[in-house]
């Protein structure tokens, strides 16, 4: 469910730095990869006329070319240096950590009984240059402003 989420996520986000639509949509996992072969499906699919393509960058290596950054539980240390690099470079940040948006995340999963959900931080995707469409804001359980 949670790799289904990405995908759609990537469908209702306008890059205020995407210019090209002809360049590729690039998904970023840094640290532990909690999605393993379940991401492979998406790799090449479109969205929004951009080809997906995944990526696995090390913390401390380049995020440029990213455009959305899944931060897996290993990297909960780097918070803060993600979320700056994020907001200087235009990337949607999506986790799954406890309290993500409040911290600063920008999309950030719940589960509610045994249903995964999502949060959304409109001012952190704003202050990256990120517009997120009202439909998903409407879906999201709890939208911080």
């Known amino acids: ?19 090209n639509s002809a360049e590729p949509l690039e998904i970023c996992i840094v640290g532990t990869d909690p999605f393993k072969e379940l991401l492979d ?9 951009r080809e997906l393509q995944l990526r696995y960058p090390e913390i401390n290596s380049d995020l440029s070319g990213c455009d959305v950054l899944y931060i897996s539980e290993s990297q909960s240390k780097n918070l803060n240096l ?30 509610q009984g045994n249903v995964i959900r999502f949060e959304i931080n409109l001012k952190a995707a704003t202050d990256a240059g990120l517009t997120i469409n009202s439909r998903l804001l409407e879906l999201a359980v709890r939208v911080l402003r």
Do not use: C
Not at 11 to 17: A, E, G, L, N, P
Not at 41 to 48: E, K, M, T
Not at 95 to 108: I, N, T, W, Y
């Open 1 to 19: 469910m949670k790799a289904a989420f990405l995908f759609n996520f990537t469908r209702f986000v306008t890059w205020s730095h995407a210019e």
């Open 82 to 111: 993600l979320f700056d690099a994020a907001r200087q470079q235009g990337i949607l940040t999506v986790s799954d950590l406890p309290e993500f948006v409040r911290k600063g995340g920008m999309v950030g999963y719940v589960k």
């Open 41 to 49: 499906p998406i790799r090449g699919r479109l969205s929004q006329g």
